[in-house]
């Protein structure tokens, strides 16, 4: 609720527990309210957020920089 949206470790591929699940990546900042819809895109070089400040914004995964913002989006 802290306006960061976090990328952490998860499950093994084979769905199998991965060591250190709960270690954390890396942190885009940028949302003012809480984020709420996450989305990576299909070749895993964006990262698309959404939160309660009616914004949408798109992100390098690797660099965590932000890319485009989109404002006024609506549920």
Known sequence: ??????????PA???GNAPNT??????YL???????ALAVTPD????????DDKALRVWDV???KQLRV??????
Do not use: E
């Open 1 to 10: 609720r802290d306006g960061k949206a976090r990328l952490t470790v998860g």
């Open 13 to 15: 591929p084979d769905g």
């Open 22 to 27: 709960a270690t954390k990546l890396r942190d």
């Open 30 to 36: 940028g949302h003012t309210g809480p984020v709420t």
């Open 44 to 51: 895993g070089k964006a990262l698309v957020t959404g939160g």
């Open 62 to 64: 690797t660099s965590a």
């Open 70 to 75: 989109f404002q006024g989006h609506q549920t």
